[in-house]
């Protein structure tokens, strides 16, 4: 039985909403359109092999990124860590972050933002930006001069 949205309590799969964007297939499991939420934007991140959320910022919103299954090279700020199953990234508000995947495996996250309502830009792309464009190709010379 389909309670309405005010009184949603549990999401079932077919009532999450499904959305491919440029870096994923995104699985809304909490936002205003699902359940009657204030404070908290939930969704199931699934990032196949190459593909990455390159630099951006949210302006406005807090962020966890919790990983699921796969390994995500994750920066935060110029910090980067290679997070595995049962790992978990915080982002505070406004730092610049990028979620990339150069393995050969399916990457599957949750990314957890607060406050749901929160005054737009909801994302600003920071990954053309000559400071963010250089962070990883920089690591990577480093890395391979080693």
């Known amino acids: 039985m389909s309670d309405s949205l005010a009184d949603r309590r549990f999401v079932t799969a077919a009532e999450k909403v499904d959305f491919l964007s440029p870096w994923t297939l995104e699985e ?53 860590r290679i997070l595995g199953p049962g790992e978990m990234a915080f982002i505070p508000m406004g730092e610049v972050h990028g979620t990339y995947n150069p393995f050969n495996e399916r990457l599957v996250f949750l990314a957890i933002l607060s406050p749901s309502n929160a005054a737009e830009p909801g994302l600003v792309d920071h990954s053309q930006e000559v400071e963010w464009k250089s962070v990883r190709r920089s690591e990577e010379s480093v890395v391979s001069s080693e």
Request: charged share 25%.
């Open 28 to 80: 809304w499991i909490c936002r205003p359109d699902v359940v009657n939420n204030e404070q908290l934007l939930i969704v199931r991140a699934n990032m196949e092999p190459g593909r990455d959320h390159p630099f951006h910022s949210h302006p406005t919103r807090e962020e966890c990124i919790y990983i699921l299954s796969g390994r995500a090279e994750q920066w935060v700020g110029k910090q980067k």
